[in-house]
């Protein structure tokens, strides 16, 4: 087996300036076979020509800043290549507490170490592998160019590629035929074959009898159907070991904790018999231990503990309840049972945990240790686990010096079953005993909660219907309470606006005055502004600040609302814009110098002399009146210009 482990040693994908470089340990058959220093192009090349069965690293993150670079990258790893994250899927551990597991030593600071920690440990079965593909492949045959604009060859030249992509579609159906896979196809027809032919192929990628092709005319894609998000599944479905301590009774606890210390599972049931027990163990991992927290141990526990054919435990001399709540402290128990099954379970792996020590001490890296402790936990000696677990032939064992007990006996059979027997048939009549005194209990306790349940169903019906009731009320007085806003917001308005109406009222009453409505420029906003305070009738006079800004759509709105005339400042025509005089004229809009009317504002009003206004609109219209008269002389001239012009060319062409 081929393993490829790497780690950054500078850079990240994440970066547009310095790209990442990695560390790479190559790992052939557990022996390191070489280490090297390279880019992810490089890796890349690495991966495709030597196809290693695995790629091992810490995290995925270090290949791909997101999932969509991750699929991509995954799509270009070869068939047989794995890609594992030896850190675990969804729940993450740190590299260094993986290869504790595995007597490893990887340091922070190395990035070859930890390259190396990650290629071993996904040798030996740790890690998580990296699922980004559904069991379907879908095979794209299509053009390898563009047609183009074409010339004298077109046709043949497009007849050429469209029969190669044919020819190369007919010979991939072919290989999957030939492999017995089941598949759909989807045709695009063109001029002279096809343009594009879709395979899609109910079976892994892996399992492909095709290769992706590029060639002069046609191009063969293979891409895995892409899950909705990424999964990961163990690499090896080998369950850990554990050490199990359970508290029986009416309601039953379970603790456990790994050969590390570290707790794995809290529980506790009602009525959990030893085959509920064993099943929910079976869940949890590989029970190694069976402890109690009794002497002797219960036969509930021991009938587990056979099951598994697991070690016993059971403490020296019963634990008190306050050294239970201070072994268990902070470990988040919900009741004493669990409290005291966790008990069990921490003080068996404590009487074990300098064992374990020295263990880690003569254990070469490598190895994992949870294999080694358990068999060192069964009597055998490190030398003769190791040997097994590396494949050589084991030393004989030497046996124990004469007088010296183990740790467990074994009792003897029949007794012990006779003995177990009449416990539970003990155990069973006072069982059956307090169910029938209590039986007329609960007979009176189920129907009082029954009536009390019944009571409870019509008051919450009440409530809840009160409740929709509410809520369509406060929905409804929400709505009242927003419309209400915004009348009272449209009413103040308004208000204004009649104050400000009856100002111009009165200032129209004025003898030889006109009255004016002032913006500050002549642009859609201020015009708006205007329209929605005062209001703008026909025959209005407006008068504005500063004519910068000045468009001629403004000019031909301004136009349509028919006002008497725009009041523009300075003291004659001749001053202001040429090009805003000749839209306004364009469009009949009257334009007339503040300073000739006299005009006199006050904030958005003001007056103008009636006698000087008029005078200036006079003035308007003689302007309008020559305009008119140029324009229709501009208009005969450019007529008789193209008479003599049509006039001259038939005088050379008939001569």
Same mark, same amino acid.
């Given at each position: 087996?081929?393993?490829?482990?790497?780690?950054?040693?500078?850079?990240?994908v994440?970066s547009?300036?310095?790209?990442?470089?990695?560390? /790479? *340990?190559?790992?052939?058959? $557990?022996?390191?076979?070489? @280490? +090297? &220093?390279?880019? =992810?192009? !490089?890796?890349?090349?690495?991966?495709?020509?030597?196809?290693?069965?695995i790629?091992?690293t810490?995290?995925?993150?270090?290949?791909?800043?997101?999932?969509?670079?991750?699929?991509?990258?995954?799509?270009t790893?070869?068939?047989?290549?794995? /890609? *594992?994250q030896?850190?675990? $899927?969804?729940?993450?551990? @740190? +590299? &260094?507490?993986? =290869?504790? !597991?595995?007597?490893?030593?990887?340091?922070?600071?190395?990035?070859?170490?930890?390259?190396?920690?990650?290629?071993?440990?996904?040798?030996?079965?740790?890690?998580?592998e990296?699922?980004?593909?559904?069991?379907?492949?879908?095979?794209?045959?299509?053009?390898?160019?563009?047609? $183009?604009?074409?010339?004298?060859s077109?046709?043949?030249?497009?007849?050429?590629?469209?029969?190669?992509?044919?020819?190369?579609?007919?010979?991939?159906?072919?290989?999957?035929?030939?492999?017995?896979?089941?598949?759909?196809?989807?045709?695009?027809?063109?001029?002279?074959?096809?343009?594009?032919?879709?395979?899609?192929?109910?079976?892994?990628?892996?399992?492909?009898?095709?290769?992706?092709?590029?060639?002069?005319?046609?191009?063969?894609?293979?891409?895995?159907?892409?899950?909705?998000?990424i999964?990961?599944?163990?690499?090896?479905?080998?369950?850990?070991?554990?050490?199990?301590?359970?508290?029986?009774?009416?309601?039953?606890?379970?603790?456990?904790?790994?050969?590390?210390?570290?707790?794995?599972?809290?529980?506790?049931?009602?009525?959990?018999?030893?085959?509920?027990?064993?099943?929910?163990?079976?869940?949890?991992?590989?029970?190694?231990?069976?402890?109690?927290?009794?002497?002797?141990?219960p036969?509930?526990?021991?009938?587990?503990?056979?099951?598994?054919?697991?070690?016993?435990?059971?403490?020296?001399?019963?634990?008190?309840?306050?050294?239970?709540?201070?072994?268990?402290?902070?470990?988040?128990?919900?009741?004493?049972?669990?409290?005291?099954?966790?008990?069990?379970?921490?003080?068996?792996?404590?009487?074990?945990?300098?064992?374990?020590?020295?263990?880690?001490?003569?254990?070469?890296?490598?190895?994992?240790?949870?294999?080694?402790?358990?068999?060192?936990?069964?009597?055998?000696?490190?030398?003769?686990?190791?040997?097994?677990?590396?494949?050589?032939?084991?030393?004989?064992?030497?046996?124990?010096?004469?007088?010296?007990?183990?740790?467990?006996?074994?009792?003897?059979?029949?007794?012990?079953?006779?003995?177990?027997?009449?416990?539970?048939?003990?155990?069973?009549?006072?069982?059956v005993?307090?169910?029938?005194?209590?039986?007329?209990?609960?007979?009176?306790?189920?129907?009082?909660?029954?009536?009390?349940?019944r009571?409870?169903?019509?008051?919450?019906?009440?409530?809840?219907?009160?409740?929709?009731?509410?809520?369509?009320?406060?929905?409804?007085?929400?709505?009242?309470?927003?419309?209400?806003r915004?009348?009272?917001?449209?009413?103040?308005?308004?208000?204004?606006?009649?104050?400000?109406?009856?100002?111009?009222?009165?200032?129209?009453?004025?003898?030889?005055?006109?009255?004016?409505?002032?913006?500050?420029?002549?642009?859609?906003?201020?015009?708006?502004?205007?329209?929605?305070?005062?209001?703008?009738?026909?025959?209005?006079?407006?008068?504005?600040?500063?004519?910068?800004?000045?468009?001629?759509?403004?000019?031909?709105?301004?136009?349509?609302?028919?006002?008497?005339?725009?009041?523009?400042?300075?003291?004659?025509?001749?001053?202001?814009?040429?090009?805003?005089?000749?839209?306004?004229?364009?469009?009949?809009l009257?334009?007339?110098?503040?300073?000739?009317?006299?005009l006199?504002?006050?904030?958005?009003i003001?007056?103008?002399?009636?006698?000087r206004?008029?005078?200036?609109?006079?003035?308007?219209?003689?302007?309008?009146?020559?305009?008119?008269?140029?324009?229709?002389?501009?208009?005969?001239?450019?007529?008789?210009?193209?008479?003599?012009?049509?006039?001259?060319?038939?005088?050379?062409?008939?001569?």
């Amino acid at each position: 087996m081929k393993v490829f482990g790497i780690d950054v040693i500078k850079g990240s994908v994440r970066s547009r300036t310095r790209r990442p470089l990695y560390a /790479l *340990v190559v790992l052939e058959d $557990g022996t390191v076979s070489s @280490t +090297l &220093q390279v880019t =992810a192009f !490089r890796l890349s090349r690495l991966i495709a020509a030597e196809e290693p069965d695995i790629l091992a690293t810490d995290s995925v993150q270090e290949l791909a800043p997101d999932q969509h670079d991750l699929v991509a990258f995954m799509q270009t790893l070869p068939t047989q290549t794995v /890609l *594992v994250q030896v850190t675990g $899927g969804e729940r993450k551990e @740190t +590299l &260094q507490k993986v =290869a504790t !597991r595995y007597n490893i030593v990887a340091e922070k600071t190395d990035p070859f170490a930890e390259a190396g920690a990650a290629a071993r440990i996904a040798y030996l079965g740790g890690g998580a592998e990296v699922v980004a593909f559904e069991n379907t492949t879908e095979i794209v045959v299509s053009r390898h160019r563009s047609p $183009g604009r074409g010339g004298w060859s077109q046709n043949r030249y497009v007849r050429k590629m469209h029969g190669a992509v044919r020819e190369k579609a007919r010979e991939v159906e072919g290989h999957l035929v030939a492999a017995g896979l089941r598949y759909e196809k989807s045709e695009r027809l063109a001029f002279g074959g096809f343009s594009r032919v879709d395979f899609t192929v109910y079976a892994p990628r892996g399992a492909i009898p095709v290769r992706a092709y590029t060639g002069a005319d046609a191009q063969v894609r293979v891409e895995g159907k892409k899950l909705d998000r990424i999964r990961y599944r163990p690499l090896t479905r080998k369950r850990r070991y554990i050490i199990v301590g359970i508290d029986p009774g009416t309601t039953t606890g379970i603790g456990a904790v790994n050969l590390d210390g570290e707790v794995v599972d809290i529980y506790s049931s009602r009525q959990m018999g030893p085959s509920e027990i064993i099943e929910h163990l079976t869940g949890v991992g590989k029970p190694l231990v069976i402890a109690s927290d009794v002497t002797p141990m219960p036969d509930a526990v021991e009938k587990v503990r056979r099951a598994f054919n697991a070690i016993a435990y059971v403490p020296p001399q019963d634990r008190s309840v306050e050294g239970k709540v201070e072994m268990t402290a902070g470990t988040g128990y919900a009741n004493p049972h669990e409290r005291d099954a966790l008990s069990a379970a921490l003080d068996a792996y404590r009487s074990s945990k300098n064992k374990f020590l020295n263990i880690a001490k003569r254990v070469p890296p490598g190895f994992d240790l949870d294999e080694v402790r358990a068999g060192v936990l069964r009597g055998r000696s490190i030398e003769a686990v190791l040997a097994d677990l590396s494949g050589r032939p084991a030393a004989p064992e030497e046996k124990p010096p004469a007088g010296e007990t183990p740790a467990v006996l074994e009792r003897d059979e029949r007794d012990e079953r006779l003995l177990q027997l009449e416990r539970t048939a003990k155990r069973l009549k006072e069982f059956v005993q307090e169910l029938e005194e209590g039986f007329s209990e609960k007979d009176g306790e189920i129907a009082r909660l029954k009536r009390q349940i019944r009571r409870e169903r019509s008051e919450r019906g009440r409530e809840l219907q009160r409740d929709t009731e509410i809520t369509k009320r406060d929905a409804i007085i929400k709505n009242l309470r927003k419309l209400l806003r915004k009348e009272e917001k449209r009413n103040k308005s308004l208000m204004k606006r009649i104050e400000q109406m009856k100002r111009v009222e009165e200032l129209q009453v004025g003898e030889g005055q006109v009255p004016v409505k002032v913006i500050a420029s002549l642009t859609h906003d201020a015009f708006g502004g205007l329209v929605a305070d005062l209001g703008i009738d026909e025959g209005d006079v407006i008068s504005v600040g500063t004519t910068g800004g000045w468009g001629r759509s403004v000019v031909r709105e301004v136009a349509t609302m028919q006002v008497a005339a725009v009041v523009v400042p300075g003291a004659s025509i001749e001053e202001q814009d040429q090009h805003l005089v000749a839209a306004a004229l364009a469009v009949s809009l009257p334009l007339v110098p503040a300073s000739a009317i006299g005009l006199v504002v006050q904030g958005k009003i003001g007056v103008a002399d009636e006698g000087r206004f008029a005078a200036a609109l006079e003035k308007w219209n003689a302007r309008v009146a020559e305009h008119e008269k140029k324009k229709k002389e501009a208009m005969l001239t450019q007529v008789f210009k193209e008479y003599r012009t049509e006039r001259e060319k038939e005088v050379r062409k008939h001569g």
